[in-house]
Structures are given as structure tokens and as C-alpha cells.
């Protein structure tokens, strides 16, 4: 296990790793309990406020899909200083933030000032010493947007089995007409040879320097 702080200190920080979370605006609007957001100071690139917008990026630790949708767990730095991290598991689920310290919170506070009137607050939840699994799994192949991941203590490349040859395959779960989202299985490639192994045996580990 890691702490997750730990891992929010490393994340990797590039471009590709670079987003937002699903539902972040919400989640900062029912935490500060704000009657609304600016919307036209939020996403307006073509005036100063949109480089204000950026002093606050988001980059994954880890993340998976849920049917249309990536969520996971995100670092946020403002003016690259970690400030908190957040976590969504499931699409329709809520994104719920944890602030480093109250400093931290204090930074958002006055941060998102520009964007909105602010009310009442409620109490903020810290990362404090919360955990992260290093190695991650995911039940369907569906959801795994890996290419690589450990197998049997080896690091393999992972390819998805083409809806058309699931069928041939005769897995289990390949027979399902409604949602191919379900289907447990992914190709191992190995010496160029793909074998089909079921997700339960794959893990992955987090989007930080040095993992």
C-alpha cells in the first residue's frame, strides 16, 4: 500500500496525464455550497481568465473507464503546489475531494472566488492518512485503459480481444449480446503470442514517477 499523498506528490505530470475530473465543478459548488458558477469566467479561452483557469491542473494516479466515462482518483496543484486530490469510482457516482491540509483548503477557497459567490462552508474531508493499493485491478476489459500491466509478477503488454473474435474465443461472458462492456478477459501479448487471460489475474500500477 502507498499513502495517498505520496502518490499525489509523484504523479506523473505531463500533458497526456493532464485533465479534469468528471463532476469537479459540482463537487466544488456543493463543498463551498455556492448558488452557481460563472460559467463564462470558468471556460472563456480567450481572455485572461482562462490562463487563471490553469494555475489549477488536474493529472490522474490512476483511472479506468466506466462506460463512457474515465474516472479514478486525480492530483490537483495550484500554481504547482499540490492542493488535493479527488475521486470519482463510478460514472454516475459523486466526486468527493480531499484537501492536503487547511492551507490547502484556504488556497481553493480564495481560488474560486473568481468563478463564483460563495456562502456558507461546510467542513472539508483531508487526505490526512489515507491509502492507495500500488496495484490496481479492473473487472472488465472494457474499463482497462492500459496497455501494460503484471502478470504472474512479470510486466506484460495487454491488448483488447476484438468483439468479433470473443464469440470464437468460447469464454465465459463472450456469448453476451447486450453489453460487450462486461466481458472479463484481455489479451496477454508475449514473444508476439496472445494469450486470453482473465482480468482478475492482471494488476496495474499508478500514474506516479518512479511506480
Keep these: ?15 497526456e496525464n493532464c485533465d479534469d475530473i468528471p463532476k469537479l465543478e459540482s463537487a466544488l459548488e456543493s463543498l463551498f455550497e455556492i448558488d452557481g458558477l460563472d460559467r463564462h469566467k470558468l471556460w472563456n479561452t480567450w481572455t ?32 504547482d503546489e499540490l492542493v488535493f486530490t479527488c475521486e470519482l469510482t463510478a ?8 484537501f492536503v491540509d487547511q492551507n490547502s483548503y484556504n488556497k481553493i477557497k480564495v481560488y474560486m472566488d473568481f468563478f463564483r459567490i460563495p456562502a456558507e462552508l461546510c467542513e472539508p474531508d483531508f487526505i490526512g492518512d489515507q491509502q492507495t493499493d500500488e496495484r490496481q485491478t479492473r473487472k472488465y476489459s472494457d474499463s482497462c485503459l492500459h496497455r ?35 466481458f472479463p478477459y484481455v489479451y496477454v501479448v508475449e ?21
Design 91 to 98: 460514472r454516475t457516482g459523486v466526486t468527493k475531494i480531499y
Design 1 to 15: 500500500m502507498m499513502l495517498t499523498i505520496d502518490a499525489a506528490r509523484r504523479v506523473t505530470k505531463t500533458k
Design 148 to 182: 501494460r500491466g503484471s502478470y504472474q509478477n512479470r510486466e506484460v503488454e495487454i491488448a483488447h480481444i476484438p468483439y468479433e473474435i470473443r464469440r470464437e474465443l468460447n469464454l465465459p461472458g463472450s456469448d453476451c449480446n447486450f453489453f460487450y462492456a462486461l
Design 48 to 79: 485572461e481568465t482562462n490562463e487563471y483557469r490553469h494555475r489549477l491542473k488536474g493529472y490522474w494516479i490512476n483511472k479506468w473507464n466506466c462506460t463512457d466515462t474515465h474516472v479514478g482518483e486525480m492530483a490537483y496543484f495550484l500554481d
Design 191 to 211: 514473444d508476439g503470442c496472445k494469450k486470453p487471460v482473465h482480468m482478475s489475474e492482471l494488476s496495474f500500477g499508478l500514474n506516479v514517477d518512479g511506480n
